[in-house]
């Protein structure tokens, strides 16, 4: 069965970036860390990490086949340049398609109905894999729709003061987890993994 997840780097204070949508350079130190690569569908993005860590990032690889992730986040990054570091076709939620976009790509389908159709439309693409949620926003709106079954984190050692939670503007709180279900040490961040509890 397909499971939908989501997952961050997150600081101790629980933060995934600062308040100026910033911070990364501590938040992401462990992506570059370590003496094991792991390639990218980015060929100007090779991940070097403890090797526990590219034991984690493999097997988060070999499960995911389809992302969703907010317009926000598709701009930030400038649509990763036209394909997914992950290497698997992207959902964006989106009040409209970017100029200079097709509506669906095999990259990149843009959905403009709601939550629930981008998720049935990454269930679609990714088959008996897993969909993958990104972006503070998205992750709040699937859990609220009761769409959201995992929650990761990949907890850093550095405390941000301020910034943007994980899910941001979360209306549903509190939100009880079941777990962690996972635990891998790596150098410089701890992976965790959580089952989101289905009310009773």
Partial sequence: MTKVMTGATMSLDGYIADASHGGFEYLFQWYGNGKVETPTANPDMTLRT?????????????????????????????????????????????????????????????????????????????????????????AAQVIQAGLLDEVHVDLVPVLLGAGIPLFADLKIAPVQLEGPTSVVEGDGVTHLAYRVRTPD
Avoid: C, Q, Y
């Fill in 50 to 138: 403890s090797a526990a860590s590219a034991r984690h990032l493999r097997e988060l690889n070999e499960r995911t086949g389809a992302l969703v992730v907010g317009r926000r986040l598709f701009d930030m990054t400038g649509g990763w340049g036209g394909r997914h570091p992950m290497d698997v076709p992207v959902v964006v939620v989106t009040h409209s398609v970017p100029e200079g976009w097709e509506r669906e790509n095999d990259s990149f389908v843009f959905v403009s109905d709601g939550i629930e159709s981008a998720i049935g439309r990454a269930k679609a693409i990714a088959g008996d894999k897993h969909v993958g949620v990104n972006g503070g926003t998205i």
